[in-house]
């Protein structure tokens, strides 16, 4: 699947919630269903700055893919990540770097979060994006 064909899948199951508390009880569900993370991973190296909670991101490039996996110690921001993961992961450096996330805003999801929550998940779709444009110049090397 595509990036925005993952984004319409999540705007379309985020619909079917009649309020937020239905909505971050989704979220709670999607961090929970996260695979863990390998403990070499959970270490400064890979915490992400700007987040108020520690999230743990690690990508790696498999046959021209970027692979995610992440972790949080926040139950929230753990399924904020766990979405991250799910549009992202699995796509080209390519697709990632010129990725529109919509998503974002079609589910209110930064209006629905606390300041440092929202600044969080920008740092994340930073971070998520910076290893992208390392990895598309790694392919082009």
């Given at each position: 699947m595509t990036i925005?064909?993952?984004q319409e899948e999540i705007?379309?199951?985020f619909a079917f919630f009649e309020d937020w508390m239905q909505r971050y009880e989704h979220m709670?569900?999607?961090g929970k269903s996260l695979p863990l993370v390998d403990p070499q991973y959970k270490t400064d190296e890979f915490i992400i700055k700007g987040c108020q909670s520690k999230v743990w991101l690690h990508a790696e490039l498999q046959d021209g893919q970027v692979m995610l996996t992440?972790?949080?110690?926040a139950i929230i921001t753990k399924g904020i990540v766990a979405l991250l993961i799910r549009?992202?992961?699995?796509?080209?450096?390519?697709?990632?770097?010129n990725a529109?996330?919509?998503?974002?805003?079609?589910?209110g999801l930064k209006e629905h979060?606390?300041?440092?929550?929202a600044n969080g998940l920008v740092s994340m779709i930073k971070q998520i994006k910076l290893?992208?444009?390392?990895?598309?110049?790694?392919?082009?090397?």
């Open positions: 925005a064909e993952i705007i379309d199951e709670i569900a999607l992440a972790d949080s110690d549009v992202f992961s699995g796509q080209s450096p390519e697709a990632i770097v529109d996330l919509a998503f974002v805003d079609e589910i979060l606390s300041p440092t929550r290893y992208a444009v390392a990895y598309q110049s790694q392919l082009k090397a």
